[in-house]
């Protein structure tokens, strides 16, 4: 069955540096979205790609976050000076179609300590 | 803004108990309801999903929901827990109009005991 794989699926790093979490969706999907989920807490959206730009972002998609598809199939979040409140659980999630009836599917997560 | 409202923060249950999870939506229009499951450790999957239709949804592994809309509400359900059933389970929601985000609840950690 396919599925999106996500890399790394933890990362410890310090504080100010930048990272980049990356993602493979399913091949045939169009969607793509990140959202990450602080320790105890809900899952957050983050952001929402679809050719090639982004469709819609939350209040946390602040200027340190830029998500980008480099090359067809990559799809990656990129943190540029990381603060420790963005440790967190990131998932990736794409869909296959246009409106809400598709599925999303999750990858297993990255889980990012900024110490 | 939608927000969704999961009540239980962590539920234990003995085996072969039944379960309802509660969950609440705050949108006034016509949505889509979804319940996640996320097992220790693993990544988020789709347990069932409500689009249109029939307002009682069956899922994967003996699970169901109904959504009922006066109440603003998608309960889960199973009658008889099983052990393997431990896991943190999220209701979410999203707006039936283009591409909208899907808006996650804070979730309820089930724990099912021997």
């Known amino acids: 069955e396919p599925e999106v794989t996500q890399t790394p699926s933890h990362q410890v790093t310090q504080m100010g540096q930048e990272v980049i979490l990356r993602c493979v969706p399913i091949?045939?999907?169009?969607?793509f979205y990140w959202y990450r989920q602080i320790l105890g807490q809900k899952v957050e959206f983050l952001v929402s790609?679809?050719?090639?730009?982004?469709?819609?972002k939350s209040e946390i998609f602040d200027d340190q976050f830029s998500v980008e598809r480099p090359d067809g199939s990559n799809f990656t979040l990129k943190i540029r000076s990381t603060k420790l409140e963005d440790s967190a659980m990131y998932f990736c999630?794409?869909?296959?179609?246009?409106?809400?009836?598709?599925?999303?599917?999750f990858g297993e997560g990255s889980r990012l300590t900024v110490l | 803004a939608q927000s969704v409202s999961q009540h239980n923060h962590h539920v234990i249950l003995s085996e072969a108990a039944s379960l309802e999870l509660g969950c609440n939506y705050s949108?006034?229009?016509?949505?889509?309801l979804f319940w996640y499951v996320q097992y220790p450790g693993q990544h988020l999957q789709l347990l069932l999903k409500?689009?249109?239709?029939?307002?009682l949804v069956k899922g994967i592994k003996g699970f169901e929901a109904e959504f009922i809309k006066s109440k603003f509400s998608f309960n889960l359900r199973k009658p008889s827990v099983q052990w393997s059933d431990t896991a943190e389970y999220f209701c979410a929601v999203t707006r039936n109009s283009g591409n909208t985000p899907l808006v996650f609840g804070k979730g309820t950690r089930l724990s099912v005991i021997a």
């Open positions: 790609f679809y050719n090639n730009e982004i469709s819609e």
């Open positions: 949108y006034g229009g016509t949505v889509n």
């Open positions: 091949s045939n999907h169009l969607y």
């Open positions: 409500y689009f249109s239709g029939d307002p």
């Open positions: 999630a794409s869909r296959i179609g246009q409106g809400s009836t598709g599925e999303l599917f």
